[in-house]
C-alpha cells in the first residue's frame, strides 16, 4: 500500500462549480498536511497547509484533515478557469525526516 | 526575491553522456531537496540538505547519481552515465525549518535521455 494515495482524476467542472480533492494516507504519524498547485511545466507553489486535524480556510480554498479516517480534503468554491492545474497533496511526519510525502495529484480543468 | 532557481529548463542529452543539474536556493533557507517527477511514480525524494550537509540520500536511485552542496547558494545533481530511465523533470526545492511550513520549489529542469 503506497503512503499516500490520490485520485489522479482527471476532474471536468463547470465555472462556478465547488470542487472537492481528496487523499488517503495510511502512515499514522503524518502531522503536517498541505496542498499544493502546480501549472502546466511549473513546479509545485503552495497552496494550503495545515497542522494535525481539523479545518483551514484562506478565501475560496477550504483544507480538512480528518486523522481518525486517514483522509484529508481540498474544497475549491466558485471554482475559475484559473483554477485549471494538477493539485497535489503532501505530508509530513512530526519530527524526525524533513520528507515530504506526496500523492500524485489529480488534474483539474475548470471550464468557461 | 527571485525564487529557487534552476537551470538548464531543458537537457536533451544521448545515454551514457553526463549530465549536472544546478540549483540555487532561496536566500536564508537553510534546507535544500531535489525531487524528481514522473508520470508514473509522481513526485519522489532524491536527497536533501540541511545547512549544506547531506541528511537523507536514501532516495537516490543508486551509483550513477550524485548530489552536492558546496555552499549555502548553491546546489548540484549530477547523473553519469545517464541513460533513458533517467528522462524526467528534476526539481530543486527550498525551504527555512524543514518542511513544517511546506518547501518553495523552482521552475524544475525537464531532462530528455536518448
Known amino acids: 500500500q503506497k503512503e499516500v494515495e490520490q485520485d489522479p482524476g482527471p476532474l471536468s467542472v463547470p465555472e462556478g462549480a465547488i470542487v472537492s480533492l481528496n487523499c488517503t494516507y495510511s502512515n499514522s504519524a503524518f502531522q503536517y498536511f498541505m496542498w499544493y498547485r502546480q501549472y502546466s511545466r511549473k513546479g509545485p507553489e503552495l497552496l494550503m497547509y495545515?497542522?494535525?486535524?481539523g479545518n483551514k480556510e484562506d478565501g475560496r480554498f477550504t483544507a480538512q484533515v480528518d486523522k481518525s479516517s486517514k483522509y484529508i480534503s481540498l474544497f475549491i468554491r466558485d471554482s475559475q478557469p484559473s483554477d485549471s492545474a494538477t493539485y497535489l497533496c503532501a505530508m509530513k511526519t512530526q519530527g524526525g525526516s524533513e520528507k515530504l510525502v506526496f500523492g500524485k495529484g489529480t488534474k483539474l480543468t475548470v471550464n468557461p | 526575491d527571485a525564487g529557487v532557481i534552476q537551470s538548464p529548463r531543458h537537457e536533451v542529452t544521448e545515454m551514457g553522456q553526463e549530465v549536472t543539474l544546478r540549483c540555487k536556493p532561496i536566500?536564508?533557507?537553510?534546507?535544500l531537496f531535489w525531487y524528481r517527477q514522473t508520470m508514473m511514480r509522481g513526485l519522489e525524494l532524491l536527497i536533501y540538505f540541511n545547512n549544506n550537509v547531506p541528511i537523507d540520500d536514501s532516495g537516490m536511485p543508486e551509483d550513477r547519481f550524485s548530489a552536492k552542496m558546496p555552499n549555502a547558494s548553491f546546489s548540484t545533481l549530477k547523473i553519469q552515465p545517464s541513460e533513458p530511465r533517467d528522462s524526467a523533470v528534476y526539481f530543486c526545492?527550498?525551504?527555512?525549518?524543514?518542511?513544517?511550513?511546506?518547501?518553495?520549489f523552482g521552475s524544475g529542469t525537464r531532462l530528455t535521455v536518448v
Open positions: 495545515t497542522y494535525s486535524s
Open positions: 526545492a527550498s525551504s527555512w525549518q524543514g518542511g513544517v511550513y511546506g518547501y518553495t
Open positions: 536566500s536564508g533557507h537553510d534546507y
